[in-house]
């Protein structure tokens, strides 16, 4: 009888976790969501028809796939000097490599215009998961992801 209890408790706790954690962690990194700061934690649902940002477990934005007119991408690259610094505080020869490394922040923006309420965000997301949050964003909308590289204007 434990046995069986221990199977069902387990099915039972591993079902809720797996529903709570549909979706994508991203960090908000500024836009028309006035409500929310940027760099606060968000999480992301992409569904069928919509997608919805959740904050806390309270809905923050419901935006309908039908409404989004653009989704983009971007990197942010830059060489990690504050962590060279404390580095080679202690080992100069570690110091001098780490200062050479590159760390990159991946970021996906989002525009919508349903009817008179237009808005857009940048969020920035994990290098193993922003592949998958632009394919889901594509597939719902219809729309081809830019590279906000291309977009610059370069002399």
Request: glycine share 14%; net charge positive.
């Amino acid at each position: 009888m434990r046995r069986l209890l221990a199977v069902v408790l387990c099915v039972v706790l591993s079902v809720g976790v797996a529903v709570s954690e549909t979706g994508y962690k991203v960090i908000y990194d500024g836009g028309s969501l006035t409500d929310v700061k940027t760099g606060s934690d968000l999480h992301l649902c992409i569904e069928g028809k919509q997608v919805r940002f959740v904050k806390g477990g309270k809905e923050i934005a419901n935006v309908p796939a039908s409404a989004i007119t653009e989704v983009s991408y971007g990197q942010d690259v830059h060489r990690r000097v504050g962590t060279a610094v404390a580095v080679g505080v202690f080992t100069l020869g570690l110091g001098a490599l780490t200062a050479l490394s590159k760390s990159k922040k991946h970021f996906v923006g989002l525009t919508w215009a349903n009817g008179d309420e237009k808005g857009g965000l940048a969020m920035q997301c994990d290098k193993n998961e922003y592949r998958g949050i632009l394919a889901g964003l594509e597939g719902v909308s219809g729309k081809k992801a830019v590279d906000s590289e291309a977009m610059t204007v370069k002399n």
